[in-house]
């Protein structure tokens, strides 16, 4: 009998009404042993606040983003 290696990988998900839910793409099947861990905190007030981008901020956000800073 051949041993197999044990992969890990990892994945974070959300909890909807009680249940862990996760990316499209993470398929575990049946019997696949998972540890969880979470962070304790007293839940989500509201959302971040975040300042609106000007579209000035967006074209040199992907510039940036996609290296095209560096082209001349």
């Known amino acids: ?12 998900g959300i909890v909807e009404h009680g249940q862990v839910k996760l990316p499209q793409g993470v398929v575990l ?12 905190s007293g839940g989500v007030e509201s959302p971040i606040e975040r300042e ?3 579209d000035e901020d967006v074209a040199a956000d992907l510039a940036w983003a996609t290296g095209k800073r560096f082209r001349k």
């Open 29 to 40: 099947p049946d019997g696949t042993p998972v540890k969880i861990t979470w962070q304790e």
């Open 52 to 54: 609106p981008l000007t």
């Open 1 to 12: 009998m051949a041993m197999e290696a044990m992969v890990m990988k990892e994945a974070s």
